[in-house]
């Protein structure tokens, strides 16, 4: 999985970059732990004073990998949610802040892994989801924590609930991202706000990291438990069939 996840550095900003861009940087267990350990390491290198996460192939991420999701047993549900977590765990309280820099889509899962970072840069040619009800699943990776923090608990509500894409200039508008960049520069703006980043006390900045992230824990808990069940429902195997078909579900509430 190595070639799987780029490492690049340009001075103290470490950069990585989801490389799987022939299934749209999509996050299988694989590269949810291959990431996970890199953040780690990264946050534990002096030398490191910054981060900048990417995708290849002109998108972040299109999320959860759809066809790696063959839970069949509770356990194995709670298992698969908390190998998930410890990546939301570690982007959102590690020292080292991060900066995500969105050109394409960040859908669902990938949206997760951006919102958790500290700042966001997308490229006018960048599209947000986070349509989990389209395979009957509650939207996870601490978005229930991160997004409605940035855009009100009223608008997060609308943007869960209805799944419904939003543009660039919107997510700027209502405050989903931070800073737009013209389409393939987002990773130069990231850069350069990482770069800034790099300047300010890291103490403080670690500290103020932890203080933001108080309560997501509890909702990663409950995340956790609920999502678990839902991965066994009737409606979510009809979700992953109609979306492998290409085809329109037909829920039942079961």
């Not at 690049?8 to 350990?37: C, F, H, K, M, W």
């Not at 987002?186 to 103490?203: D, G, Q």
């Amino acid at each position: 999985m190595a070639d799987h996840l780029l490492e690049q550095r340009r001075g103290n900003v470490s950069i990585l970059t989801l490389n799987v861009p022939e299934r749209r940087n999509a996050l299988s267990p694989d590269l949810r732990a291959r990431l996970y350990e890199a953040l780690v390491a990264a946050d534990e290198d002096p030398q490191v004073r910054a981060l900048v996460l990417t995708g290849a192939g002109g998108h972040f991420s299109a999320g959860g990998d759809i066809g790696s999701m063959d839970v069949t047993r509770l356990a194995e549900g709670r298992t698969r949610m908390r190998r998930s977590h410890r990546l939301i765990r570690q982007l959102c309280s590690m020292g080292t802040p991060v900066v995500a820099a969105v050109e394409g889509w960040a859908a669902a899962g990938g949206l997760g892994v951006a919102l958790a970072c500290d700042s966001l840069v997308c490229s006018e040619a960048a599209r947000f989801s986070a349509n989990f009800g389209a395979v009957a699943l509650l939207p996870d990776l601490g978005i229930l924590h991160t997004l409605p923090r940035r855009v009100g608990v009223a608008r997060a509500r609308q943007l869960l609930l209805y799944g419904e894409p939003i543009e660039a200039s919107e997510a700027l508008r209502i405050g989903l991202v931070d800073q737009l960049a013209a389409p393939g520069q987002a990773l130069e703006v990231a850069l350069a706000r990482a770069e800034a980043l790099t300047h300010r006390a890291p103490l403080p900045l670690a500290l103020t990291k932890a203080l933001l992230a108080e309560g997501l824990e509890a909702l990663l808990e409950r995340e956790c438990e609920l999502q678990s069940q839902l991965f066994l429902s009737a409606d979510h195997a009809e979700g992953k069939a109609a979306f492998l078909a290409k085809r329109p579900a037909n829920f039942t509430g079961a």
